[in-house]
């Protein structure tokens, strides 16, 4: 089996003017993804754009793997426009993928934004009492909250503007609520904005509570040549498509 | 059809190698690729000592190409010698190890070492990285520089020294001729070009190095353009690199002069791009019935009657 494969769209749903899901059915046989790993596609054979684009896993069976796309630029707008019956060559599962929690843990999922298709297959699938804590910029672009709703109960929303649950983002709804929610054994599992993730960073690191966090970088190669895609850990540069996208957050440097 | 060509001394069984810093140590790409398929694998440029590299965002995509400056990260000569040569002598491709220096006597340092062990075939020197501070790029852009470096490796080695030029100068030719002057038994051209991208939202560069290293389909006219030079001008092998993607535009790069190619950023767009120019290589010569790749060397017909 190759991580290189083709693929055909098998669907494609517009859920707003700036995101869809992209639902492909490899033509060959692949290597089944984890939660957290993530898939460089190309969606167009022109130079131009050149590059493949990164997306994480939402959700996959047998037949189908999905993703969760943000319009971005000339790229994703490719991806966007794709329609049933084109075909895609892809690249994946690349990355490391999110740890499975230690026994006696419960796992806080946080998202933020598209964020929400990393830590989206870890909903229900962990441990009964997952929470998940999910921001948005506003009402509008918080997806999937039906599928979410048939996995778990313990969701908690936030919206940067106050157009549904709590007014800020997810780290700061966390922080309000986790003493209340008396969670025994926390550990968090996130993917969101920069800016999300250093509040999220500095607020575990104070509280000394585990965590994982899945970055997003610039990449080309996906598969640990270019060294494009690094981050500053304590041992030094690390890949984000290798070593990541998951890190432990005490292996980041603030 | 035969696809094997000469760099000096050095006999490859194919004219399609990896280009230095887009094929890692080899092992990265040995779920995609044959290695022993290959001409040759030349790899991630070496130092001395290990090198951190440049702080992220190290790249920028640009229209048909890509902007680096990922900085020479890279894991040291020694390391490379203990944890990466012996996976890649496993294959039966000859290994070219990239290196360079931030003085002369690192260089000599660099290419003293590699050319002690075994399983190393050729060594390709970079003179021509435009990621580095400043003061560094006089290596490859002031000629009395470069005669000098290349001189005192080739002092210190028998192995096959192949000099990696840098597209930043004024005129190729003359460096290309420095470095034949000076030892090197091939040169390999292009490096990437320097260049700059700006966030117009941020008013900031949108790498962090500010400025960094074209590659990838926009520069091969750069590419094949210098070739041509440095072909009329020195009587060594010439490996051409910049913006290869398909196997046509390596029979571009051998008509211009090239006796072999090196594939760069493909690798990144597609983990099989090696494999699949040396496929075209095969198509072009079976369509136009060339039995030698070697012949199409400088084949480029330019005295056109017909302007």
């Known amino acids: 089996m190759s991580r290189f494969f083709q693929a055909e769209v098998s669907g494609n749903i517009h859920l707003s003017q700036t995101h869809n899901i992209l639902k492909l059915a490899p033509l060959q046989p692949h290597v089944r993804p984890a939660a957290g790993q993530f898939y460089l596609l190309r969606a167009s054979e022109t130079l131009d754009p050149l590059l493949r684009r990164p997306f994480s896993i939402l959700r996959w069976d047998d037949m189908h793997l999905e993703f969760l796309v943000r319009l971005k630029g000339r790229g994703t707008l490719l991806l966007r426009n794709m329609r049933p019956g084109d075909s895609i060559d892809m690249l994946g599962p690349l990355g490391n993928g999110y740890p499975e929690p230690l026994k006696d843990e419960t796992p806080i999922l946080v998202a933020g934004g598209v964020g929400i298709a990393s830590v989206f297959p870890l909903i229900g699938s962990v441990h009964a009492g997952t929470r998940l804590f999910y921001g948005a910029v506003n009402s ?41 929610l008396a969670i025994a054994n926390p550990a ?18 104070e509280r000394g509570i585990p965590g994982y966090i899945s970055f997003e970088e610039k990449m080309a190669c996906g598969i640990g040549a270019c060294l494009g895609c690094v981050i500053k850990t304590g041992q030094g540069y690390k890949r984000v498509c290798k070593e990541g996208p998951v890190f432990d957050v005490r292996e980041i440097v603030c | 059809m035969n696809l094997s060509v000469n760099i000096g001394k050095l006999g490859l069984k194919n004219p399609v190698m990896t280009a230095s810093g887009t ?43 890509m902007l680096n400056a990922i900085g ?13 040569l012996p996976f890649l002598r496993r294959f039966n491709v000859p ?32 003179i021509s990285c435009p990621n580095k501070q400043a003061g560094w790029l006089v290596f490859g852009t002031d000629p009395e520089v470069t005669s000098e470096v290349v001189s005192a490796v080739r002092k210190v080695t028998d192995l096959p020294l192949i000099v990696k030029l840098s597209p930043n100068v004024t005129d190729i030719a003359l460096m290309a001729r420095v470095a034949e002057d000076a030892g090197a038994d091939a040169v390999s051209l292009i490096n990437t070009v320097s260049g700059m ?44 690199s910049g913006g290869i993607m398909d196997g046509g535009d390596a029979i571009e790069y051998m008509l211009a002069g090239a006796a072999a190619v090196a594939v760069g950023t493909a690798n990144f767009v597609n983990p099989t791009a090696t494999m699949d120019i040396l496929s075209g290589i095969k198509d072009y010569m079976t369509t136009n ?11 480029l017909i330019w005295e056109r009657e017909d302007l």
């Open chain 1, 188 to 205: 968090v599992y996130a993917c969101g904005p920069e800016g999300m993730i250093a509040a999220l960073l500095k607020f575990l690191n």
């Open chain 2, 95 to 126: 290994v070219i190890a990239n290196f360079f220096g931030d003085s002369v006597d690192e260089y000599v340092g660099a290419a003293e070492r590699l050319s002690d062990v075994q399983g190393i075939d050729g060594l390709e020197m970079n």
């Open chain 2, 72 to 84: 020479l990260q890279n894991i040291g000569v020694e390391s490379f010698i203990k944890e990466k």
């Open chain 2, 197 to 240: 991208a700006i966030d117009i939202k941020t008013r900031r560069p949108k790498l962090a190095n500010i400025t960094g290293g074209l590659s990838g389909p926009a520069i091969k006219p750069i590419g094949i353009r210098m070739v041509w030079d440095v072909f009329r001008a020195v009587s060594i092998p010439i490996i051409g």
């Open chain 1, 140 to 180: 509008t672009e918080l997806y999937l909250l039906d599928d979410i709703k048939k996995l778990t109960g313990h969701i908690y929303i936030s919206t940067d503007d106050g157009s549904m649950g709590f007014k800020g983002n997810a780290v700061e709804r966390l922080i309000e609520s986790l003493n209340d």
């Open chain 2, 23 to 65: 094929f890692g140590y080899g092992e990265e790409y040995a779920e995609f690729v044959d290695l022993g398929s290959l001409g040759a694998i030349v790899v991630k440029g070496l130092s001395l000592l290990p090198r951190e590299g440049n702080p992220p965002p190290r790249i920028v995509e640009t229209p048909a190409g």
């Open chain 2, 289 to 299: 019935g060339i039995q030698d790749i070697s012949t199409i060397k400088g084949g």
